[in-house]
Each structure stands twice: as C-alpha cells, then as structure tokens.
C-alpha cells in the first residue's frame, strides 16, 4: 500500500507519518519509484504500536525509538524487553532534584525494598523516583516513613503476579503494548476509584465519613 | 525573604521561580522597592508544591494553575478539589483518537463502570481514557473485554478506602500533594514488581514459568 492507505488505515495523518519516518520509529517502505515507497501490514502494525506508546502511553521519541529497537532485536528475552521499556517509561521522571533530603529517603527506599525481597536492580529507576517521592512528601510537610508505600507494593505485586502468570508472553510487540496500556489502565482505575469513594463519602455512605466527624 | 533566599530555600533557580511567578503558578511577593518584592513561607511552600506537581506529577503549566486556584478556592470540598486534580491529571491524555472502534469500547467501558457501581461522572475522563485503552489493545490484536480491567479496579479500590479513610483531610496543599505522589508511587511499584516477577520467573522460582513451559 501507498502512504496514504497506511494513513487512511492508521487514522495517522501522512505528515505524522512521514515525521516518524525521518525520526526511525518506523522501518522505511520497499521504495517504487522516485519519492514513492510500498508498505505492508507489518508497517501498519507498527505504526499503531507507536502511535498508541506516544498518545495514551506518553512516552518520548527518544523512548518509543529504544522501545522499538528492543522489540526488533531477536533473541531479547522478555525479562530484558520489559527492563527496556521500565526504563522508557521512568525516563521523564527526574532522577534527582538536588536536595538534601533525597539521600536519606533513597535509603529508606532502598531498606524498604530489601524488606520486601525484591529482585530490583540498584540502578532501578523505581528506586530513586520513589525516593524523590518520598522526600517531596516530607518536604510538604508529611512525617511518613517509606512504610506508607507497603499498601502499594501489595497491590502492585498481585498484579503482576496475576499479568506475568495469565498472560500468554505473545510476540514483543504484544507485550510492550499490554505492559504499557494496563499501566494506564491501572492509573485510570485509581482517580476513578478516588472519585466514587469521595462520592460515596460526600454523600455520607460509608463509615471513613462518620468516623472522622467523631474525631477530635 | 528575597527572591534568591527563596531560590536557595527551596533549590529552585531564580529564573525558574521567575517564570513562575510570570505564569502566575506562584503568588507575587510584597513589592519592597522597585523590583524587588518580599517573600515569606506560604511562598515557599507553594514554591515547592508547583515544582513537585511539574517535576514528579509531570503536569502541564496549565493544569497546575487550575490545581493552584482550586487549593486558593475558599470552601471547595476536598471531593471538589479532587475532581479538579483527577481532570488536570488526565489532561494529557487523548479523549479520542478519531477511531471507529472508540465508540463500541466507550460502552463496553460504561456497563463495566455500572457492573462496579462506582459513582463516576458520566463525562469523567477517565471512562474516555480506559476506553481508548481497551480499543487500542483490540486494534493490536488482543480480542480482550472490558472485564480484563477487574483486577485493577479491585486494586485500585481497596487502595482508595485506604488513603481516604485512613488519611486526615489536612490542608488542600496536602490533599493535591499525596494524591498525586502517591499514583507516582503506584505506578513505580508495579513497574518495580514487574522488575521483580521477572527476574523470579527467569530463574525459574515461581509456578508461572514452569506452567507455561507445560502449555501448547
């Protein structure tokens, strides 16, 4: 098919097309004629993929271009695909913010993920955005310990327990899209769940509401 | 304070605090003399609010200003003011991608968000965001329903309850500032697990691996 077709298909304008062409997301078509190039399904597959890892993933250029090439390298184990696209999806979380107060948090972070077992490389960017986070808490005025994130660990454990266990591991590009979107499906299910809880207590549903009018 | 007592205070640079103060994310200090103004702590505990909402919370300029007048709004409900940051959070994200499969996936998404009985307004984005999801997962190949988001609702409510019935209220910076470190939080978790269930999985531990080296 022409690039238009593949536009016509994709609902991806020429333009952007031609745009990820020039950045290497997409692999060049089998070219036909001057200025003219033939693509197939697997163009139109992948330019779904990165379309889909760019608007509802959020990912940068730079990112979705490291995701794609670890989708491309043959032999790459799952394991080593999944750590590709961690690192694509912390790469605009600051590793840093040059405050005192990260030191001490990233080794409670650190002493809260030995306390889990965690197999996390000391490199994980998990680690040091967790301290970040953690910091940023206390600095806003919060005494929490790195505790507080237990919850969390939990429930994100049963998770992937439950993704790593049920899902087929399919080709790298099914699993790239599945790891990616079931995060923002994840995200998308927390602020939905705050926003019936917070109903449910506005309205006087449930006992958080009645307990804290009790207090102090 | 000084502007640069501020941006030592708080690590931030002077430019950076400028450009602030010009997008009107932070309140102007009490003008001194000509072009110099007095701040004082609520600045700079506002300072660093802005700066966690833009560096870890990745909002954009805009949303943070609408956070920022929510928190200023005398009298708004926390549920409110929660509303207010779940939208600015979700204003990155694509309401549609101009795609036939968005609609039949929108009500897919309804009848699973009535199955949960969760109070979420019918135009709350995050019904529009899952249903991108869900249609993007079919279009690369997944032939999964709505259901397949269940584990993360469950998920996702039972760490609701948690944060509202066990945090206080505390003052609307507070209210803004673990709403949205703690989703960071989250999401550093499961891609932490991940890490974690993998790595188990590869050294052949757990009941995942060796069941699917038994199928097909």
Redesign the interface.
Known sequence: MRVSDLSRKS?VSVATIKFYLRERLLPTGKPTARNQAEYDDTHL?RL??V??LI??G?LRLSSVREVMTAVDTKGL???GL??VV?RA??A???TA???DAIEPARMRVDDF?DS?D????PD?P??S??A??LA??R????NCDAD??A???A???????????ST??GPP??VV???I??????????????????????AGV???NS??QG?T
Chains 1, 2 share one sequence.
């Not at 965690?118 to 490389?121: E, F, R, S, Y």
């Not at 600095?139 to 919060?142: A, C």
């Not at 429930?155 to 266990?165: D, F, G, N, S, T």
Request: glycine share 6%.
């Open positions: 609902g597959s779904r993929l379309r889909t608007t509802l959020q184990s799952v394991q999944c750590q961690n999806l912390f605009d979380q600051p913010t040059g405050d993920i889990l965690w197999l996390v490389a994980s998990g680690r955005t967790l970040n986070v940023a808490l600095r806003l005025g919060s507080i994130f919850p969390y660990a429930a994100a454990e049963e998770l992937a327990v439950h993704e790593i266990v087929p591991d590009e099914t899209a599945t790891t979107l079931l995060e923002v499906a994840l995200v998308c299910m927390r602020r939905m769940a705050h926003e019936h809880h917070l109903a449910l207590r506005s449930i006992a958080g307990t804290r207090d």
